[in-house]
């Protein structure tokens, strides 16, 4: 992010201090449309604390009278009717996510270093090639091969099935590599002179440098993973193996399970946004770099 | 960047005496380059390239998974164009979908990014407006369902019965007239992704000198400002953002699932990733399935090369 501090020298510059009167009604516009956006989470907040009465009130009421946490009680309990304890919905979840995120970090951060400019071998660029031309279309295209593979694997109903296809994540690769390519060479070659290997290097130099690069990539990777339902669908067959998402699914919308569906909505979309507000500053200034030179 | 073809072109120019040796010395050298790539490489062989081969393959077979594949040649891409009415309504339906979501959404990126930057409080309001774009489509859609569904209980009819617009509750997501219009909606809603952060990013990161030079040559409003600085400088973000955003409205499927049900009122939210669902996993009719996944990749990867010269060209300096 850049400071400016410097002196106008008399140039009456573009930008100005003063609030002016087209200003104020922009904000206003901004604050209203910030209201909008807000809705549905609000509703999902409100909605999550309602006690079953309020929640089937007629005519309905957008916010909350009586809150109460029955409803993630009724949602712990409900689950006995879903013949597997909510409880491994959600295990199943972050354990995916968790792993998905760590192993896409560190996949994609290792081939963006032997894909940078910092390493030099016949075909790289063509590699690299194919790697943003599979930026371009969507991963659905390839699903039915991927689970051809996948049976033939024999990962059918395994964790393996959910966390190892998304390693192919090309924009895990081509996010690491514009931050790789930027990491200085002289520093590189010193540590060369220093006797230190690739792989201290990996560890000492490009990863600490590209931080805030992991930081994209780990809460992008996040709410692709969390939010996943395709995947887990064509992937798994029983209830235990199954995620978050297709148990939403299964609950939502039901009205003899409102309750339970409320408190189940809440936790679905809360984590991504709360780990997204805790990375905000480095996330934004990492986005910079991902842009296509053509 | 260099196409593929030119890229080929390039290695297979190489003068040929002593080609092999220096290549093979050439990767000998970079042997650790290669160990870090291996994991990636397996992983996007086994899990994209090859998969786009053989869907590519599959397409001209019968293949139900529990018969080898059937060589039929051209007979599924006949019957998908010309036999099969639901295919018409997906493609139609996601090109109304890709031709009004993806620049809509591209635009509201740049816009929405542009006017919060100009803010005091942009890191507060950007997380307001990014949060959507968190949400799962499962989760939106069931959300959305609440406040658009067709009797009282929905939030919108509510509201418009009780000031009086409206006399009797409309099915918002049952009438074939509001569905897809609703799903584009709600689309857009979410649409201030990634693409929204990295046009902030952009914003934050064009050099303010600049624009007090361009104030002394003459440049007044902030429009111009924007048309001839900001825009430019930020083509690579630009770029990026226009592929995503046609992959991901190209892509739709899981938030008109949640809107409109699968499959939906007459297919009036029909796409080519959920006929494409349809045949693969309802109905397990492989071969047919992925000749709709190779037209889904054709058209994607076609609209990604206009936009890819569209706006190569444009502010090259």
Wanted: hydrophobic share 55%.
């Amino acid at each position: 992010m850049s400071t400016y501090t410097g002196l106008y020298y008399g140039v009456k510059p573009v930008r100005r201090r003063a609030f002016t009167f087209g200003q104020a009604v922009l904000l206003v516009f901004l604050l209203g449309m910030a209201a909008f956006m807000l809705l549905p989470l609000v509703f999902v907040v409100v909605n999550a604390l309602k006690p079953i009465d309020e929640l089937l009130l007629y005519p309905p009421r957008f916010w909350v009278q009586r809150p109460t946490l029955a409803n993630f009680g009724d949602l712990v309990l409900a689950s006995s009717a879903l013949t597997v304890p909510f409880i491994r919905y959600v295990f199943n979840s972050v354990f995916v996510t968790v792993t998905v995120v760590g192993l896409t970090i560190l996949v994609g951060s290792m081939a963006a270093y032997a894909l940078s400019n910092k390493h030099r071998w016949p075909g790289q660029e063509l590699f690299f090639t194919l790697v943003v031309s599979a930026l371009m279309f969507a991963p659905e295209v390839t699903s039915i091969p991927r689970y051809l593979i996948v049976n033939r694997l024999g990962w059918i109903d395994h964790y393996w099935a959910l966390i190892i296809p998304p390693l192919a994540s090309t924009y895990a690769v081509f996010l690491m590599k514009q931050f790789i390519d930027q990491v200085p060479r002289e520093i590189i070659e010193a540590s060369i002179i220093d006797g230190a290997t690739d792989w201290t290097i990996f560890w000492k130099i490009i990863m600490p440098f590209a931080q805030s690069a992991w930081a994209t990539l780990g809460i992008t990777s996040f709410v692709a993973t969390w939010n996943d339902a395709f995947s887990p669908l064509i992937f798994t067959r029983t209830e235990v193996m199954k995620t978050l998402p297709l148990m939403l699914q299964t609950i939502g919308g039901g009205i003899a399970r409102a309750g339970a569906g409320a408190a189940a909505t809440f936790l679905m979309i809360f984590p991504p946004i709360i780990i997204f507000t805790f990375l905000q500053s480095r996330v934004v200034e990492s986005m910079a770099y991902s842009g296509i030179k053509s | 960047m260099a196409t593929a073809g030119q890229v080929i072109e390039r290695a297979v120019a190489r003068p040929a005496p002593g080609r092999f040796a220096r290549i093979i010395e050439a990767y000998r050298k970079e042997k650790v380059a290669l160990l870090f790539l291996a994991p990636f490489a397996l992983a996007f062989l086994v899990f994209t390239v090859a998969p786009v081969l053989t869907a590519i393959g599959l397409s001209f077979t019968y293949y139900n998974m529990l018969q080898p594949p059937k060589w039929i040649g051209l007979t599924n891409y006949r019957l998908l164009f010309l036999d099969d009415s639901v295919f018409l309504i997906a493609i139609k339906n996601t090109f109304i979908f890709a031709l009004l979501a993806g620049p809509l959404s591209f635009t509201a990126c740049f816009l929405f990014a542009w006017l919060i930057n100009m803010q005091r409080f942009r890191k507060p309001l950007a997380l307001i407006f990014y949060a959507p774009s968190l949400v799962s489509g499962i989760a939106m859609g069931l959300i959305a369902s609440y406040f658009l569904a067709a009797d009282r209980y929905g939030l919108l009819n509510n509201f418009l019965i009780s000031i009086g617009a409206l006399n009797q509750p409309v099915p918002f997501l049952r009438d074939v007239r509001f569905i897809m219009p609703f799903v584009i909606l709600v689309q857009l809603y979410m649409s201030l992704g990634n693409g929204f952060l990295v046009n902030i990013a952009g914003l934050q990161n064009v050099d303010r000198t600049l624009y007090e030079a361009a104030a002394i040559d003459g440049i007044r409003s902030k429009l111009q400002e924007v048309w001839y600085i900001t825009l430019p400088l930020m083509k690579p973000q630009l770029l990026f953002n226009a592929v995503m955003s046609i992959v991901s409205s190209f892509n739709v499927f899981w938030l008109a699932v949640g809107l409109a049900g699968f499959p939906s009122w007459q297919y009036a939210a029909h796409t080519i990733v959920a006929h494409m669902y349809d045949y693969a996993f309802i109905r397990f009719s492989l071969g047919y399935a992925s000749a709709i996944a190779v037209v889904l990749f054709l058209f994607t990867f076609g609209l990604n090369r206009i936009v890819f010269r569209a706006l190569s060209t444009r502010g090259d300096y």
